[in-house]
């Protein structure tokens, strides 16, 4: 058993020091400097907030050994499933920092800032021909926000024709975020059971569709990471009846010049950048959630739309019918240039190329796990794959264990107990730019895992020892949350 | 294929140990019907050196707060963005990490995550902060859902003073709920308290002030909160963190909810996103809020560590009953925010707001003694104000742009009632330098 490891256990708060100061700020340059002088007192706070005083070495050693308790893509391979944990360019970062666009105002006249629309004119648009789809918005700040826009245009798109469809279906493989944007846009959900595999049961979607059906929301490639096959029956099915389509476009990884949501017969479609654009995740965001449609949703496209007249750029807000804002300005542009220079350094070789290796990176991971872990669903896969520890959990070792022991094995952990219909679900997602190397080092942990399983599972059960900090009580920390730091005696 | 990096003979070995001939086997579930049978038409791959000089050539297009004098506010501001915070984000361990949804292997995500939500309890005045939401208008539009699902009432009331972008991100998220949305008008630049008190009924959910407002004004929070209060709504007060340094913390004048844009601490402003959404509430109210929230606990030796908590609030296990729909937040602005507010410290934070303040007067006073220039509004007023102009705005901004000044922005889009009006915002960064050629070209643009 591990004794207490030596590490770094300090809060920003507890490295102040009173008086001392990191900041560089002018002095003041215009006679009266004294807010005094210049508020009313009653907007003048009575006391100093509670802020760090500490030096610039001071933040510097303490966010560089924060980091140092992290795993990220440029540390480890991160086979997180749905989350596309690729590798972020590096020259991606440094055309989102050229000061024409990252000291941009948005709100700087639309002349002097040409360059910016240009660029968000022509991402949408190569969006568009990458997914098959008419229009694309790139307002959505992240997959979620894009959704509830998809969503919110379908609902208006069926109020416009005097239809009120209260209902949507969706699969109970789908992510969590689908059913919670579309109760947040006013309607119920109503969640359809899928076969094993993953697939849409057509009996049971044929029972659910009717005239108070807006939309069917579904996953290509499906959660298990399988495509769904009978795809062009769904969407004539869903159409006939009026019922528009949507695509949630986590896995697009898989799809890249292979086939388009948009040819697929797909009214909607929202897009990942921080997925499949190589956008960083930064642990946890910001990501960009484009949202692409085919010509009749186009008079609800949130406001302002990018349009080219002429040579110019502008923002066209004259869109009665539109949806609205999303956010307060024109998207996550940073995530803009990001997506839009891995797209022209990719080329459409380039493109095809990536999702050719996620699936191919992903069977080689399946096939070599197989026989030790079961699988989700028989067949090949697109760009992840699901397997079951089930039989790990007939000898006490489940799902969230595993994830635990990879962390020892330096490994970050694929996603677990996702989607809800794999009992013990594993979900990983080795995307395009690892090696194989890297694959078989990680084939070979989960392998000896499954091993111990069998012959020593204290170790697993054990695990993590070699983190920052032991298993953490969960438990514990949502009975009595403490949320923010509070000093010693307070 | 730089970013791929499996050799053609790796590919073979590979999928002789899958036991398929190609990778189009492995495709074989897709019907044929379904399958591109062209390349996609996007522009060629591009070489390095090439991308960056069309990159180089495009940016240069725009007009950016290095080479010209920026007094552009109306949600996003050029602060001072101290030097650290580049370097730290850019360590892959924060930046190529995602949620932290292994906690063992994500310390120094929890970590800074409950460092920021502690800074932003402090600065709002509020019990608790969540680890970020998209921006400041989707923040207020997740106070209003909060509100209404907390009250059970389906109307809100919101002031003329909150920015307009953001009441209309606001009408787009009440269109689901069918919460009815009522403004509360201004006068002389703030929220017109008697007509407030008017709009208010045992069906508003909250009313929504603005401190400093869109134009800069210095609301009566206390009034609005007890006009809200009294009706059994909640207040909720948008308010930019980076100026709260200085100013009056929302919480100590009423608030229930603070949210709003925290760009101006550190965050680039890129032409307007990504930003950083703040959520603060009340500690009664945690178990309602939207997004995600990292909680101090223990390991299993008794050591400090921190995680994700109070996740049953969220989609990925609630699903449609979820307290939001939001999953990827602005992490990696919210550390941006957490180091901006670590080296500032307590008395640079302070001190920008004062050099704000001190500034944005110094300009007021200057650009009034303008003959036919006005200040719009008579309320004090932090670092942004409104001018009424002899000329069209949008004339003004265009001629002072060949100045290498961004002079400002122009109501009228926003707000046809302020059509000749313009919005300036001063910051720390300009000096008084620029602000007198200012002074001097907007003399000589509406001469």
């Known amino acids: 058993m591990p004794t207490a490891r030596p590490g770094y256990d300090k809060l920003i708060f507890e490295l102040s020091t009173p008086g001392r100061h990191a900041h560089s700020l002018p002095e003041c340059d215009v006679p009266v400097s004294d807010p005094a002088q210049l508020l009313p007192a009653q907007h003048l706070r009575a006391t100093a907030a509670e802020l760090p005083e500490v030096s610039e070495v001071d933040v510097i050693r303490h966010y560089s050994r924060l980091s140092q308790m992290n795993y990220g893509v440029d540390t480890h391979f991160y086979p997180l499933g749905s989350c596309t944990m690729k590798y972020n360019p590096k020259i991606n970062e440094d055309m989102a920092r050229l000061p024409g666009f990252l000291r941009l105002h948005p709100l700087a006249p639309e002349a002097a800032s040409q360059g910016a629309l240009q660029l968000m004119h022509e991402l949408a648009l190569d969006l568009a021909e990458v997914s098959g789809m008419d229009h694309v918005s790139l307002q959505p700040a992240a997959g979620a926000q894009g959704e509830l826009a998809g969503v919110l245009m379908i609902r208006a798109y069926h109020l416009a024709r005097g239809e009120r469809r209260t209902k949507v279906l969706i699969p109970d493989s789908a992510h969590g975020t689908n059913p919670a944007s579309t109760a947040l846009a006013g309607f119920s959900v109503v969640e359809l059971k899928s076969e094993a595999n993953g697939d849409v049961d057509l009996v049971d979607l044929e029972r659910h569709l009717g005239p108070d059906v807006a939309a069917f929301m579904i996953t290509q490639p499906n959660t298990l990471g399988l495509f769904e096959s009978k795809i062009h029956q769904i969407t004539e099915m869903c159409h006939a009846q009026g019922v528009q389509v949507y695509m949630d476009g986590a896995n697009f990884n898989a799809i890249l010049g292979i086939t388009r949501p948009g040819d697929l017969g797909f009214d909607v479609c929202h897009f990942n950048l921080h997925k499949t654009f190589t956008t960083p995740h930064g642990g946890g965001g910001p990501g960009s959630g484009p949202v692409g449609i085919k010509d009749h949703l186009a008079p609800f496209l949130p406001t302002p739309v990018v349009v080219k007249e002429g040579d110019e750029y502008a923002l066209d807000w004259s869109r009665p019918q539109s949806i609205g804002k999303l956010q307060a300005f024109w998207g996550n542009f940073g995530m803009h240039v990001r997506a839009w220079t891995y797209i022209r350094t990719m080329g459409p070789d380039g493109l095809r190329a990536v999702s050719d290796n996620a699936v191919l990176n992903a069977n080689y991971v399946l096939r070599r796990l197989e026989d030790h872990y079961d699988r989700s669903a028989p067949g090949p896969c697109m760009h992840e794959c699901v397997v079951s520890a089930r039989r790990q959990k007939k000898l006490g070792i489940t799902a969230m264990d595993i994830a635990k022991r990879l962390l020892d094995l330096g490994f970050y952990a694929p996603s677990t107990y996702f989607p809800l219909i794999v009992e013990e679900a594993l979900m990983i997602e080795p995307t395009e730019t690892e090696s194989k190397e890297t694959l078989d080092e990680f084939c070979d942990a989960m392998i000896q895992i499954a091993r111990e399983a069998r012959e020593s599972p204290q170790i697993i059960l054990d695990a993590p020892v070699t983190t920052p900090v032991r298993r953490l009580d969960q438990t514990g920390a949502a009975r009595q949350p403490r949320l923010k730091w509070t000093p010693p005696g307070a | ?447």
Do not use: W
Request: with cysteine; aromatic share 6%; hydrophobic share 45%.
């Open chain 2, 1 to 447: 294929m730089r970013y791929i990096s499996n050799t053609p003979a790796q590919q073979r070995e590979m999928l002789a140990t899958i036991g398929v001939g190609s990778i189009e086997d492995l495709l074989a579930r897709i019907p044929a019907k379904a399958r591109l049978s062209r390349p996609l038409n996007v522009p060629a791959a591009m070489a390095e050196s090439d991308l960056i000089r069309h990159l180089r050539r495009l940016s240069a297009k725009n007009a950016n707060a290095d080479d010209f004098a920026c007094f552009l506010g109306g949600g996003s501001y050029d602060h001072t963005i101290p030097s650290p915070i580049n370097h730290l984000i850019l360590r892959g361990e924060f930046f190529t990490a995602y949620t932290p949804y292994q906690p063992e292997a994500s310390q120094g995500t929890l970590r800074s995550i409950f460092e920021y939500q502690t800074m932003m309890a402090e600065l709002t005045g509020m019990d608790v902060a969540n680890a970020s939401l998209y921006d400041g208008a989707s923040s207020v539009a997740e106070a209003v859902l909060m509100a209404h699902a907390v009250t059970e009432r389906k109307a809100a009331v919101i002031s003329k003073g909150v920015n307009p972008l953001y009441r209309q991100v606001v009408e787009t998220y009440c269109e689901g709920p069918a919460i009815r949305l009522k403004s509360a008008p201004l006068a002389e630049g703030v929220t017109d308290l008697d007509a407030l008190r008017k709009s208010v009924s045992a069906q508003t959910a909250a009313v929504v002030v603005q401190y400093p407002n869109f134009f800069g004004c210095l609301e009566d929070i206390k009034a609005a909160g007890e006009i809200a209060h009294a009706a059994g709504a909640l207040l909720i007060v948008v308010a930019d963190p980076v100026n709260l340094g200085l100013l009056t913390p929302p919480g100590a004048l009423g608030a229930d909810l603070v949210v709003g844009e925290g760009q101006g601490l550190g965050v680039p402003m890129s032409f307007g996103g990504p930003n950083l959404g703040v959520f603060a509430a009340k500690q009664e109210l945690v178990r309602r809020m939207p997004g995600r929230l990292v909680g101090a606990t223990v390991d299993l030796d008794g050591k400090r560590g921190f995680v994700l908590t109070l996740q049953t609030r969220e989609q990925h296990i609630r699903r449609e009953k979820a307290t939001s729909n939001i999953c990827t937040n602005v992490a990696l602005c919210a550390l941006m925010a957490t180091i901006y507010v670590s080296v500032m410290g307590k008395e640079g934070l302070r001190k920008v707001g004062e050099l704000s303040t001190a500034k944005a007067h110094y300009a007021a006073a200057a650009f009034a003694k303008i003959p036919g220039v006005a200040l719009t509004f008579k309320a004090p007023f932090f670092k942004e104000f409104a001018l009424t102009l002899p000329k069209s705005p949008e004339r003004v901004v265009k001629r002072l742009i060949k100045d290498k000044i961004l002079g400002g922005v122009p109501l009228k889009t926003l707000d046809r009632a302020y059509k000749d009006c313009l919005l300036v915002a001063v910051t720390e960064k300009r000096t008084r330098d620029d602000i007198d050629a200012y002074a001097a070209a907007l003399a000589a643009a509406v001469a």
